[in-house]
């Protein structure tokens, strides 16, 4: 689903860069961006058609980018129609709320709004949501800077709150950013990824003093295995498959369902891996 996505975005956006160059831009603008004026004239299917339409082949880039590494992980989590769901619903809530601040507040949110950009902080969202202590590398010009997931969220919802009453103070501090849309994306997938039951409750991970209680201890084995694996003396990679799936992989494979993929340390992916070659010479 990550990759239909990213074929369609990019598909729309050449689409619309050659509408643009036989109709004009402005007529483009007028029928799919979204846009108060549109909303107004009954046009309702911008909410979908915006989240296709960007502004440049940078803006396109940066979105695709989020897309693809966010998608993939989501995609894990919740299946490729969650993850289709998650990203339509969070660019068309973030669509709303643009469009609300944009009936009330005319002067300040003027214009209209194109851009995925709705979608993929929805994704951000409920992905820090889901691992918010998974480190997340990336190149702030060309110098890479590596942070954890909720701080990245952290930092891009103080970004969205600035932009949004930045203008108050100065039209110039809002730019043509969208800070509404990517606000409403952003609450929409942590509240999706609650909803869905994949993750904690709301904002429960900006919580560092909460006091956290210790999972409880769980037999993982019965005591058979076990009491074979003690007596011959093998370490875990030398059991016979069954045994071995049964000791190692089976508890891997209930964190998994628990806490997603990303939970996995280097160890467990390599039992998972060791796992794929018994079942392979079998």
Not at 2 to 18: G, M, Y
Not at 151 to 159: H, K, M, P, Q
Not at 189 to 211: Q, S, V
Not at 216 to 231: C, G, I, Q, T, Y
Request: hydrophobic letters at 50%; charged letters at 15%.
């Amino acid at each position: 689903m990550t990759i239909i996505l990213l074929i369609s975005v990019f598909s729309c956006f050449v689409v619309q860069r050659i509408a643009e160059g036989i109709l004009g831009p402005d007529w483009v603008d007028k029928w799919f961006a979204l846009s108060t004026a549109g909303l107004r004239a009954g046009k309702i299917y911008q909410l979908l058609t915006f989240q296709f339409m960007h502004g440049g082949w940078m803006h396109l880039l940066f979105n695709m980018i989020g897309l693809y590494f966010f998608g993939r992980a989501m995609e894990e989590t919740l299946g490729r129609r969650g993850l289709l769901a998650l990203y339509l619903l969070s660019g068309t809530v973030g669509g709303l709320l643009q469009m609300a601040l944009a009936f009330a507040f005319p002067i300040y949110f003027a214009g209209g709004v194109v851009g995925a950009s709705a979608g993929v902080f929805g994704l951000i969202a409920a992905f820090a949501t889901r691992a918010p202590d998974q480190p997340i590398t990336m190149f702030f010009y060309i110098f890479p800077v590596t942070l954890k997931a909720k701080y990245l969220l952290l930092i891009e919802g103080s970004v969205a709150l600035f932009g949004l009453f930045g203008p108050l103070f100065s039209r110039s501090l809002g730019g043509n950013i969208a800070h509404g849309a990517h606000l409403g994306g952003m609450l929409t997938g942590i509240l999706f990824l609650r909803m869905a039951g994949k993750g904690p409750r709301p904002f429960e991970f900006w919580r560092p003093f909460a006091k956290r209680e210790a999972p409880p201890k769980r037999e993982l084995v019965s005591a058979a295995p076990r009491r074979a694996w003690r007596s011959a003396g093998k370490p875990p990679e030398e059991l016979p498959p069954a045994e071995f799936i049964s000791r190692e992989v089976d508890p891997i494979l209930e964190k998994i369902s628990a806490q997603g993929i990303h939970s996995l340390t280097q160890r467990e992916r390599q039992i998972l891996e060791a796992a794929r070659n018994k079942m392979a010479k079998r």
